[in-house]
C-alpha cells in the first residue's frame, strides 16, 4: 500500500506566522501522499471576543452556540483554512481546504445534552474518502477544518484531533498511514518542566499507569486516546511531536 | 459535449435563509452536471461595520485592504461557502466549497495601482479545471466563493460575475456550458419601475444602443460584459434571471 502521512497542528502553531511558515516549509518536505488537519482554538476566540461573543470552555472544549458556531465557520473553514491552502500553493503544493461537509467527508451527530449542552458540536459517526482518493492519487493535498455536518444542513465544531484519528482510521483502509500529532513540544514530557524529557515509546499500560500518577494529564489525555484509538485501527503509526521533528521522526511515538 | 450549468447568485438571494432555501430547491433540479458561484456583498459589510472595519466601495467595487481581506476570506470562504454546502449536502447533492486558491482553481494577479488603489482585489489571469472535471465526472458541485490567490500565497477578492464568466469560458472547452447570472429581477429591464419589461433577447449592438440612451445603466453593465465576454468565447447559452427561473430558462437571453 501507498503510504500517506496525515499531520495534526494545533491552534498555537497555525496563529503564528512565523511558526506556521515553518511548519509547512516542513510539511511539503514529506514525500508522498499526505493530509494537513488544523485546529485554530484561540484565533476564534479572539474573534467572538472582537464580535462581543462569549467564549465559554468545558474542559478544554468549546460551548458552541449558534453565534459561536458562526464564528468557527468563519475562522476555521475560512480564514485559517484558506490561508494555509494559498501558502501550501505557493510552495507548490496543490491543496484543498475542506470541512466535513465538503464531498460528504465527515458526518456527525450533534451532541446530546447531558448535564452540559455543548450546542452545535459534532461527534463523528462516519468518513467518506472515496472523492478525496480521487484527488490524492492526482497528488493534491487536503487541508481539513475543524468541522463536520449532520447531513441535515448543519454544520458542526468537533475537534482537530478527533478528526485526525478518524480520518486516519478511515484512510488506513487503502494507504499505509503515519499520524503525526504536531505541538509545541517534542514529544510527550515525564516532567512538564523539563522540554527533553520525552516519553520516546509509549505503549497502553504505560499510558495507564502515567495516567494514574499525573505524569499525563489534562489535555494530554483526550490526545492520546484519539492516537491509541487510531492505533488499535489499523494506523501503522502515531507519532506526537512538534514541526520541527516532522521530517526526522522523532518524538512519542505510540506502541 | 456534456452539459454543465454554472449558476451565479448575488449576495442579496443568499443573505436571506428563505430566499437561499427557494434558490437551493431549484438548482437541485436542474439535472446534469453544475456549478454555483456564489457573491456575499452585504454580508461582508456587515461583518466589517461588527469588527470597526470601514467599508469603502469605488464604482460598486469594495476598497480590500488588509483587515477587508481577512473579513472578506472569512465571509465568503467561510460562512457563506460552507453554510451553502451543508445545505446542498441535506439536499443529497454533492457539493465541495472552494476559492480560487483551492486546486490552484482561479489564479490572479493584484489589480495596479492607479488613482484608485483596491487593495487586494484580483484580476483574473488563469482558471486551471484539472482537477475539477475529475471530481464533476463523479457527481460533485463546486461551489465557488469569490476570491482566487496570486500564487505567492495571497489570496485575493474578486468579482464574482467576472468569475462565473471566467470558468465558464474555461469549461467550455469541455462542455456544453449553459451561464444563468441569477439577481432579483427576472430579467434585465426596458423600464426599472416595471418588473415586467424584461428584454428578452439582448445583443451586442442593442446592448449598446440602451447604454447610449440610458436604458441599462450602472452594475447591470460590468455583468452584461461579462455575459457577453462568455458568450463570445464559446459558452453555449448566458441568461440573467430570478432564482425562481432557473428551471424554466426564461429571462434575457444573450444574443
Redesign the interface.
Known sequence: MDRLTIVKVGGKVVENPESLNALLDQFCRISGNKILVHGGGRSATE?AT??GIETTMVEGRRITHKEML?VV???????V???I???L??RGC??????G????FIKAHKRPVTEIDYGFVGDVDDVNS??LR??IN?N?IPVVAP?T?D?????LNTNADTIASEIAVEFARYFSVYLFYCFEKKGVLKDQKDDNSIIYDLDLPLFQQYQNDGTIKEGMIPKLDNGFRAKKNGVKEVLITNHENLASGRGTRLM
Not at 101 to 104: C, E, G, I, N
Request: hydrophobic share 45%; no cysteine; charged share 20%.
Open positions: 474573534m472582537k464580535l458562526d465557520t468563519m475562522v476555521y473553514g475560512g480564514l483554512n484558506k490561508k491552502v494559498a501558502l500553493q505557493a496543490n491543496a484543498i481546504g475542506l470541512t461537509a465538503d464531498l460528504d472515496n472523492e480521487l484527488l492526482e493534491v468541522l455536518h447531513g441535515k444542513g448543519n454544520l
